[in-house]
């Protein structure tokens, strides 16, 4: 692992050709991040690239990521821990471009944990990562299974076919009601915001009168 890979996951979470879920997070916070992340795709194709190499990111060294910020940002270090602030490695990114995250052959991890198997609306596994730095995990395997539906999930929790869900809001009082479920609840705090945010410079949001309309 290298500081640039840092670089390239960032400058890809900001590259408004990619339309990262986490672009704005990363935006905000970062050198010129507004500047590029509001670039139009097809409109400013031509400058994307070198508009990239102005943002606040940079490797001085193989072991060391720089990052300038657009402004005092006490939420950074919340920020760049982040699963979204993982690096990303060229070469894995040149071979499976927008797929290199959906296979555990190009799904390259650093942490205590990496994928063995993936199954689209299924099921992922993790195993211990024997490149680890730290100490080896005392588990073997983790099944994370996908359940779309809360009930169906509650339900298999109660058969034991899952070890642990996240309840519905719906969910949260008939749990805590219940003798045997309360039992094994875990209340834990969630500090959250939501916002919308309108792209001004792009029709038809770039007319004073449609957005005083809205």
Do not use: C
């Amino acid at each position: 692992m290298k500081a640039q890979e840092f670089v390239l996951a960032w400058e890809r979470l900001i590259d408004p050709r990619l339309a990262s879920p986490r672009e704005t997070f990363f935006a905000d916070a970062i050198l010129n991040g507004d500047k590029v992340s509001l670039l139009d795709p097809q409109r400013d194709a031509a400058k994307l690239d070198a508009a990239l190499t102005t943002l606040g990111l940079k490797a001085t060294d193989d072991r060391t990521f720089q990052v300038t910020l657009s402004h005092r940002n006490p939420a950074f270090v919340w920020l760049a821990a982040m699963p979204a602030g993982a690096p990303i490695r060229q070469d894995v990114v040149d071979k499976s471009g927008d797929k290199w995250a959906t296979s555990p052959d190009s799904l390259i991890t650093n942490g205590p944990f990496k994928v063995s198997e993936m199954t689209a609306n299924d099921h992922l596994t993790v195993v211990p990562n024997t490149h680890y730095w730290g100490p080896r995990p005392t588990l073997t395997a983790i099944n994370f299974v996908v359940v779309n539906d809360g009930a169906a999930a509650l339900d298999k929790y109660k058969s034991g076919g899952l070890d642990e869900i996240d309840l519905q809001p719906a969910q949260a009082s008939g749990v805590a009601g219940d003798t045997s479920l309360s039992r094994e609840l875990s209340k834990t705090p969630s500090l959250t915001v939501f916002w919308l945010v309108f792209r001004v410079t792009s029709a038809p949001l770039n007319s004073a009168k449609v957005r005083r309309a809205i």
